[in-house]
């Protein structure tokens, strides 16, 4: 199986010029489905950390990458929205975003905030023992007990290192979304009221934003919490983030 990839014909969120070159690397197996961009890009096209794959075999090998504060030392791992790859050594630590447009941007963040990553909660389901399991939009687990009251479409925010909740946020009228695909990814606002469409048809969220409301299928948004918007740490709230791509 090839290790390359068209540009051409990469999904719209990856942070790839389209034109320079007629192939990238191909993202490996791993979380976030064909959405996830490959850790290479991000440390080579992105963050301009390495010039080649052979150099960043050689940074992971370190392990000075962390993605969700584990160490990865496979190039090709895939990294998706809501992910954090940070930097210890170098106390930088990111936040996987997407911006305008849909395409995945590192907006720095301050270590505190890199201990826990956000999650949307996709399905449930009860598991053996009672317990319930919340399958997450990147695809993975977390089993909470039989009393909890998480619903799909809520976001939790997950501890790197425990895999513990420490927030949650329903999802309703009133919650602060981002929008994640579409053609108004990445602004953030408050659900300002959901249409029920019946039948197999999605629902119709309307998203008021300082400058607009918007509408925008259900699946498209996110719950987050304020902290998410990029006001969290110094060097978001001057407005900062690392990308790279074309306007197509």
Do not use: C
Not at 199 to 225: A, L, R
């Amino acid at each position: 199986m090839s290790n390359h990839q068209k540009r051409l014909s990469v999904p719209k969120s990856w942070p790839v010029e389209r034109k320079t070159d007629t192939f990238t690397v191909k993202a490996g197996a791993g979380p976030h489905g064909e959405d996830g961009v490959p850790l290479l890009i991000l440390l080579r096209d992105v963050l301009e950390y390495v010039d080649s794959r052979k150099e960043a075999r050689y940074a992971l090998s370190e392990d000075g990458v962390l993605v969700n504060g584990v160490a990865v030392n496979d190039e090709e791992r895939p990294i998706g929205m809501f992910d954090i790859v940070a930097f210890p050594a170098r106390e930088e630590y990111f936040r996987v975003f997407p911006d305008e447009g849909g395409r995945l941007s590192l907006t720095p963040i301050d270590e505190d905030a890199a201990a826990s990553r956000l999650g949307k909660v996709e399905a449930k389901r009860k598991v053996p023992g009672g317990d319930t399991q919340l399958s997450l939009h990147d695809g993975t687990n977390v089993v909470v007990d039989e009393e909890s009251e998480y619903n799909t479409k809520d976001s939790i925010v997950v501890d790197n290192e425990d895999k513990e909740i420490v927030a949650h946020f329903p999802y309703e009228e009133g919650a602060l979304v981002t929008a994640v695909r579409g053609n108004h990814a990445g602004k953030v606002g408050t659900i300002d009221g959901i249409d029920v469409t019946l039948g197999s048809g999605s629902n119709v969220v309307h998203v008021e934003t300082d400058e607009e409301t918007f509408e925008t299928v259900e699946e498209y948004v996110v719950v987050i919490d304020e902290n998410f918007t990029g006001d969290d740490s110094s060097s978001e709230a001057n407005g900062e983030t690392v990308s790279t791509g074309d306007d197509e």
